[in-house]
């Protein structure tokens, strides 16, 4: 049977793909799933501390409120559990293809079909949707000798819980979002914590707190009231616009916040200034929390500042040719973003792999659309991921546009794709708009692409992005039926 759409992913972006296309009245999709359970970065990421620095009522879908949220940034288990009720609510487990890796997807020109290979077998569709995440696939560091370690190594995103750290000497490789929520929750457990720090983040107040009783039963009584917080949160973020985008030179007031915090929390000036970023805030993720700096005052933990040379067997040893000896190493590295391999899966009507387009070297069409890759669609394509707000409301935005464009070629028994023409204007625009912004002050980040070109962040308002991707404009594609 050709299936109407495939979904590739369950996480926030597939299980929201598929609760619009029933609303719409599209039949016959699937969702392929390659784990055995929904989530996508949600299920994977478990490691102590793993919590969302976006608050809860905002990082939600709109039309599934979750009154009960129990603090206002919610930790990972909550989360799944919200996406686990979406899922039931929904009625969706019945649409998903568990356990099903989707390693090949190609456009047949003989049959206009999608044509997707799986490790459980073969299946076509009409349309695609990639819903597969921006943060899935763990970056392991590319350290000379990584292999020659005798201990475990683990990534922040594959977290061994049946490892042990109880009086380990343990070291953390990196000081991003994932390490600062790890490092101040096993640094009590672990004889000694080496974290090694290549650049500092800015590290702003954590303002989150546990959702009193009378505010969850408020909730549930008067939506409205949490839509109204929702909104309140949701223009509170989008006035960060005019720093990050407009002129970065604002946010010079809020490094001194940033530094303040520190300074309130670490009280060696030389740590202090070796914790200090020497580039815009703003220009790589702003990082928020009160645990991260004080749990360098611990007399078992040490930030250690030199460069990596290389691992060996014992330990990590540093330029300054010292041996850190350790037990067990965690990778708090990142993910492939832009270069994400996703890209490599997918063949447009030319065989050419959608990764070229993803990173940034061929035109996209709203961060959703690829001229010569026809009924086909990406959610968190690229510039459409945040540095101020949540993630959800861009993919919300990208379901109006997906679901419109996919209802007129199923009706049609249409191939649409965007003109070479439409893609090439905007992503012209929107890359002339990315020097001026904070991310182009000069700093390395995952938001840049090997070419140091800005190919993920989205440099706008995120309302202008709703705007932009309200209605499907006919005019702007190539439609043959
Ligand atoms: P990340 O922000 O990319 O941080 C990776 C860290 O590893 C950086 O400090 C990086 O240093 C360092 N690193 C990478 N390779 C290295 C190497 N070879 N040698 C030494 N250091 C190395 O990754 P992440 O912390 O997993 O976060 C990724 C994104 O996930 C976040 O930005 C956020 O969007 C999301 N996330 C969100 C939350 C949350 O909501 N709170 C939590 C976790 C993740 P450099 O800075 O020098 O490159």
Known sequence: MVLNVAVIGSGF???????????AGVGNFALFERADDIGGTWRDNTYPGCRCDVSSNLYSFSFAPNPRWSNTYSYQPEILAYLHDVATTHNLRGLIKFNHDVTDISFDVSTNLWHLTTSEGEFQAR???IAAG????????DIEGIGTFTGPIMHTAKWDHSLDLTGKRVGVIGTGASAIQVVPQIAPIVGSLAVFQRTPSWV???????VRRRSMRLFKTLPLAQRLVRALGYWQRELLVLGFVKNPQRMTKGEQMSR??????????NLRERLTPSYRLGCKRVLISNDYYPAFNRDNVTLITDAIERIEPH???????????LDVIIAATGFYVTDNPIGQKVHGVNGEQLGEAFRGEAANYKGTMFPNFPNFFMLGGPNT????????????????YIVKAIKFALLRGARIEPSAQAAQKWTKELQEKLPGTVWGTGCASWYLNEQGKNTTIWPDFTFK???ETKLFDESDHEITV
């Open 127 to 129: 349309t695609v949707v």
């Open 260 to 269: 303040d915090h520190l300074a309130r929390q670490i009280e060696d000036p």
């Open 315 to 325: 330990g990590i040893r540093t330029k300054d040719d010292t041996l850190h000896e």
């Open 204 to 210: 702003m107040p954590h303002l989150g707190h546990d």
């Open 134 to 141: 921006g943060l899935a696939e763990p970056r392991m560091p």
């Open 465 to 467: 992005f709703r705007q």
């Open 13 to 23: 972006g597939g299980l929201g793909t598929a609760i619009r296309l029933k609303a």
């Open 385 to 400: 991921a945040l540095g101020h707000s949540s993630i959800i409301f861009m993919h919300e935005s990208q379901l109006h």
